[in-house]
């Protein structure tokens, strides 16, 4: 083998792995950002329900100061 199709080889192998390596990169942060946005979805809810009992506290504190007195 001639030294002019072993370099051709060589660099052809390098970008095909170099190819491989950025699918299997992209294909991760596609897995990614599935997965966050099904936390998105997951949390949103929670986080209405969280601010929902935070916003019903000071009503609370008022009944229970009413029925101490």
């Known amino acids: 083998m001639r ?3 072993k ?3 060589t660099s052809s192998l ?5 190819g491989a390596v950025g699918a299997l990169a992209l294909r ?3 897995r990614l950002g599935a997965v966050n946005r099904d936390i998105a979805t997951r949390a949103v809810p929670a986080l ?3 601010v ?5 506290l ?3 504190e008022r009944l229970e100061a009413r029925f101490l007195v």
């Open 3 to 5: 030294l002019a199709s």
């Open 7 to 9: 370099i051709f080889l």
């Open 14 to 18: 390098v970008i095909v792995v170099l």
């Open 28 to 30: 991760a942060v596609d």
């Open 48 to 50: 209405q329900s969280a």
């Open 52 to 56: 929902a009992a935070r916003e019903t």
């Open 58 to 60: 000071p009503t609370l």
